[in-house]
């Protein structure tokens, strides 16, 4: 079974950056569309960005221009740059396929972006 590791959250303020990275155990990027989720406190967990296995990524309209999906299949790691955050992106990022049958869910990663 694929485990999926996500890192790189942390508190930031509004308008800044960061990088989240999700490390796959196995080959699922090359196999699945995959896809970067967030859960905000008391919501739904919904997919905002989709990372094709071939042909272009997709944004959710909450999150396009200022995110930006990417994968390095040599180092089986998938990536999330979040820029311009704004409050209303606080919440548990995950990495997943994208639609179901997903693979095992990890921890996630907290990302808090403070006004």
């Known amino acids: 079974q694929v485990q999926l590791v996500e890192s790189g959250g942390g508190l930031v303020q509004a308008g800044g950056s960061l990088r989240l990275s999700c490390v796959a155990s196995?080959?699922?990027?090359?196999?699945?569309?995959m896809g970067w989720f967030r859960q905000r406190p008391g919501e739904r967990r919904e997919l905002v960005a989709t990372?094709?296995?071939?042909?272009?990524?997709q944004y959710s309209s909450s999150v396009a221009g200022r995110f930006t999906i990417s994968r390095d299949n040599a180092k089986n790691t998938m990536y999330l740059q979040m820029d311009s955050l704004k409050p209303e992106d606080t919440g548990v990022y995950y990495c997943?396929?994208?639609?179901?049958?997903?693979?095992?869910w990890g921890q996630g990663t907290q990302v808090t972006v403070s006004s």
């Open positions: 997943n396929a994208d639609i179901r049958p997903h693979a095992d």
């Open positions: 196995g080959n699922i990027f090359r196999m699945r569309n």
């Open positions: 990372l094709p296995v071939r042909g272009r990524t």
